[in-house]
């Protein structure tokens, strides 16, 4: 079954650095697009990052564009996200999931989610 | 940027039918996706593509789309209906995907 594994959240200072990781493995990794989905405490769900098929092709939100970077390595199936600059904003859990077609498609599996909190 | 505009909640008795909207210019040109969120939980995509429905959702979910108005429709609802429901389209014009603000229904 699709398994979709992030790590690397924690704790961080504004202006600090931070890199997530998400481990795939269940399906065919090269074959779906990737996404980032973040949510705030109590907020609803706001679409973060994605990626294409082999990574020539990146999408990102306005909120973040500058500051993270989106990334993936097939031969090891899984996703990154570089998040640099980081704001008191950017405090949510984090979701990795798989993109059900190329973009626009559905977010068909997700992972369980890893907060990232930044304070001083 | 494109927005999706929801209610912010809907409250429904047991076996009644729960009607939830998402506005957007011209939604109806695009395709939707649904998803629901238990607390503590990951989201779970209900329906995609307007009106198609992901093996292991109950037939009693579905979805519309028509003009500026997409809709999740939940006959006979259940207890363990209670979440939070966000719509989501792909806008073209910025290549970003955007979310509704989420609906909580509430089963009485």
């Known amino acids: 079954q699709v398994q979709l594994v992030e790590s690397g959240g924690g704790l961080v200072k504004p202006g600090g650095s931070l890199r997530l990781s998400c481990a795939a493995s269940?399906?065919?990794?090269?074959?779906?697009?990737m996404t980032w989905i973040r949510q705030a405490p109590g907020k609803g769900l706001e679409w973060v990052s994605s990626?294409?098929?082999?990574?020539?092709?990146?999408y990102y939100a306005d909120s973040v564009k500058g500051r993270f970077t989106i990334s993936r390595d097939n031969a090891k199936n899984s996703l990154y996200l570089q998040m640099n600059s980081l704001r008191a904003a950017d405090t949510a859990v984090y979701y990795c999931?798989?993109?059900?077609?190329?973009?626009?498609?559905?977010?068909?599996?997700w992972g369980q989610g890893m907060l990232v909190a930044v304070s001083s | 940027s494109y927005v999706l505009t929801q209610s912010p909640s809907v409250s429904v008795a047991p076996g009644q039918t729960a009607t939830i909207t998402c506005g957007g210019n011209n939604i109806g040109g695009k395709s939707v996706h649904w998803y629901q969120q238990k607390p503590g939980q990951a989201p779970v995509v209900v329906i995609y593509?307007?009106?198609d429905r992901p093996s292991g959702i109950p037939e009693r979910f579905s979805g519309s789309n028509s003009v500026n108005t997409a809709t999740l429709t939940i006959s006979k609802v259940e207890v363990g209906d209670e979440a939070d429901y966000y719509c989501q389209v792909w806008d073209t014009i910025s290549d970003q995907y955007v979310f509704g603000s989420g609906t909580e229904v509430t089963v009485l």
């Open positions: 999931a798989r993109v059900s077609t190329d973009r626009g498609g559905e977010f068909d599996d």
């Open positions: 593509d307007d009106i």
């Open positions: 269940g399906f065919t990794f090269r074959d779906y697009y």
């Open positions: 990626i294409s098929f082999t990574g020539t092709t990146m």
